[in-house]
């Protein structure tokens, strides 16, 4: 177990990137001179401006398209008088107001002149470099109420694994899902979008550093002022899924008690499913029939979706509220679920009753994941410290290994590329967040049980790039008002 450290209040949802989806030499985002230019003629102008500041307070900064625009909110407009007679103020003499035009000046190369050294970093350049064996580790948290999303690589082969850079979340983050779609560009892309505290879904392409906003946004708010309707949910976003065969659908469900399905062609929801008693908890789509939408309620029930019909095709009760759902991507006629108060259920999705229901943990079991590519591979993890390994290849659960760690698990995530390993955060007070990455290649009791097992292939098709589909009949446009 390689235990790497990172300093942090809280992690709130962590994910793997499959090796070569990054880009090799992520660009990086600059303010070209010229547009540092015109921001420091609007801050001048600013500076000296007597327009009422409440009212620049209602625009908003809704840049997702153009770095340059991050700045859209100050004044373009002067006024000409000194109204405070800030000029004589107690009868002082001099110029006393600071000329930013003085400070930085570009000549027609777009070249500030005073700076001389123009020495570059060339280890810094290779540090960017990100290579075909590398997988990115994603890790959004929340320090010092300021939230971020980490992308870390790490090389299994060079046992290296380093924070690459950083990206700015606006609010709380509560959950992450990677996707390869961009509205903007007809390849395949490296993106993530985030849910966070806001009913706004954020998506970050993963291949830009220094990135200050989202590549696109799911959802706005409400603005009478400009006539804006609301647009999305209502409430904080719990759980995100993308489906990987309709690749332009993105599934979202909220605290509003609704799931939205996006269209990401158009950045707008096409369908509303509201049969939920309590906030909606876990998403995930069925690996081959693109139609079934599987979910985790804090009602106390699992529902299994036809979005097509836009109907509940199944449902369970269990003891507690639900934490995640996931399907057993080696036999997909059956599905998992974790529950709060330790709780585990096994579905076979054709039959009514769970298959069994084991409670392995004393705290909520806010970790479930299967192997990338052992087949009947499942690792627990809880509040209570504990993490586990299952063999569940026979469809009955029999324990294999257990750890107990002096602190909270809060998330773990599969390496799509190599099924032994499992990254996880924990939270360990006074000492704030650990990040570790397990490799149970090198845990005899685990090896033993699961080498010989490995699958030739994801079963569940991994990433592919397909045709832009209508995946609901009745697809519109959907405004959903307050």
Request: aromatic residues 8%; charged residues 25%; proline residues 5%.
């Amino acid at each position: 177990m390689e235990d790497i450290q990172f300093p942090s209040d809280f992690v709130c949802s962590t994910m793997w990137v499959k090796r070569g989806v990054a880009a090799t030499n992520p660009q990086e985002i600059l303010l070209k001179p010229a547009d540092f230019e015109n921001i420091v003629k609007q801050i001048q102008a600013f500076l000296y401006s007597d327009i009422n500041t409440d009212n620049d307070s209602d625009k908003e900064i809704d840049s997702s398209r153009e770095q340059s625009d991050i700045l859209r909110g100050f004044p373009a407009s002067v006024s000409s008088g000194d109204e405070y007679n800030f000029t004589n103020y107690d009868n002082e003499t001099g110029n006393v107001h600071c000329h930013i035009a003085n400070i930085a000046s570009f000549d027609v190369n777009g070249k500030d002149p005073l700076i001389t050294n123009d020495d570059d970093d060339d280890s810094d350049k290779e540090d960017d470099i990100i290579k075909n064996d590398d997988n990115l580790f994603l890790i959004a948290q929340n320090s010092k109420d300021v939230a971020t999303l980490e992308v870390h690589v790490y090389n299994e082969e060079e046992g290296s694994f380093y924070c690459h850079h950083e990206l700015p979340i606006s609010s709380y983050p509560l959950c992450m899902e990677w996707l390869n779609y961009d509205p903007d560009d007809p390849k395949p892309g490296n993106l993530c979008a985030i849910g966070n505290m806001t009913p706004i879904i954020e998506v970050w392409d993963l291949d830009l550093l220094n990135s200050v906003e989202p590549a696109y946004k799911l959802g706005c708010k409400s603005n009478k002022k400009k006539g804006q309707k609301r647009v999305g949910h209502k409430n904080g976003v719990l759980d995100l899924a993308w489906n990987q065969n309709y690749t332009h659908i993105l599934a979202s469900g909220s605290a509003d008690k609704t799931i939205l399905l996006w269209d990401l062609e158009n950045c707008k929801p096409v369908t509303k499913l509201d049969s939920f008693r309590k906030e909606v908890a876990s998403l995930k789509w069925h690996p081959q029939e693109t139609h079934r939408l599987l979910t985790g309620c804090l009602d106390k029930t699992i529902r299994l979706f036809d979005c097509k019909e836009e109907t509940v095709v199944k449902s369970w009760d269990v003891q507690t509220a639900v934490e995640k759902v996931l399907w057993n991507q080696y036999n997909t006629n059956y599905c998992i679920a974790s529950l709060t108060e330790g709780h585990i259920s096994y579905f076979d999705v054709r039959a009514d009753k769970a298959v069994w229901e084991i409670k392995p943990h004393n705290e909520d079991v806010s970790g479930l994941i299967l192997s990338a590519s052992y087949p009947g591979l499942l690792v627990s993890s809880s509040d209570d410290g504990l993490i586990k390994v299952w063999d569940i290849i026979n469809h009955e659960p029999t324990l294999v290994w257990e750890k107990e760690v002096p602190s909270y698990i809060v998330c773990i995530a599969a390496n799509p590329d190599n099924g032994f390993i499992f990254g996880i955060c924990r939270t360990k007070k006074p000492s704030g967040t650990h990040t570790e990455v397990l490799d149970f290649s090198v845990i005899p009791e685990v090896r033993d049980r699961f080498a010989d097992r490995v699958a030739s292939h994801s079963p569940a098709g991994g990433f592919k790039q397909s045709e832009t589909v209508n995946v609901i009949e009745k697809m519109e446009d959907m405004e959903i008002d307050e």
